[in-house]
């Protein structure tokens, strides 16, 4: 599965977002005020997104009654907050959980606890059940024209 343009653009302007309220509030602070300022600022730009995105779960068509929530849904992406020293492993294996489980094909994986803004986007390659984290050299083959 690669992606149009456009939907790459809207991890741009996802990512653009997130990096607004870093800059605004820094780093470090709990995970909670980075997700109502991005909220926030999201509306203030006329952007709809989804917040605490309830993802469902099946098994042979049947309903699970587990249920996971996703910090926020925009145009298509699951987008999951940090605010940690450093990402790890398990931060990781939830975003692309929960791409599967949503099937859906692109995530973000925010960390507000560094520095700088860290981000990483993903895309899912359901067709080969493999996830592909998209970098400055590798995104431009992901896109279709």
């Known amino acids: 599965m690669k992606m149009t343009k456009q939907e790459y653009m809207d ?8 990096m607004d309220v870093h800059k605004i509030l820094g780093r ?3 995970e909670q005020i980075y997700q109502e300022a991005y909220a926030i600022e999201m509306r203030l730009r006329g952007l709809d997104i989804e ?6 779960l ?5 309903l699970l009654e587990k249920t996971f929530y ?6 298509g992406i699951v ?23 949503a099937k859906k094909d692109r995530g973000i994986l925010f960390n507000f606890g560094e520095a700088n803004l860290h981000t990483e986007r993903y895309l899912f390659l ?19 024209d």
């Open 79 to 101: 987008m999951e907050f940090k605010s940690v020293d450093e990402l790890c492993s398990e931060h990781r294996a939830q975003l692309l959980n929960y791409l599967r489980i």
């Open 126 to 144: 359901s067709a080969e059940d493999r996830f592909v984290l998209l970098t400055h050299d590798n995104y431009r083959r992901y896109i279709t």
């Open 58 to 62: 099946y098994y042979r068509d049947i």
């Open 28 to 30: 470090g602070l709990a």
């Open 51 to 56: 917040r605490e995105k309830q993802l469902k």
């Open 11 to 18: 991890i741009y302007e996802a990512v653009g977002v997130a």
């Open 70 to 75: 996703a910090d926020f849904y925009y145009k």
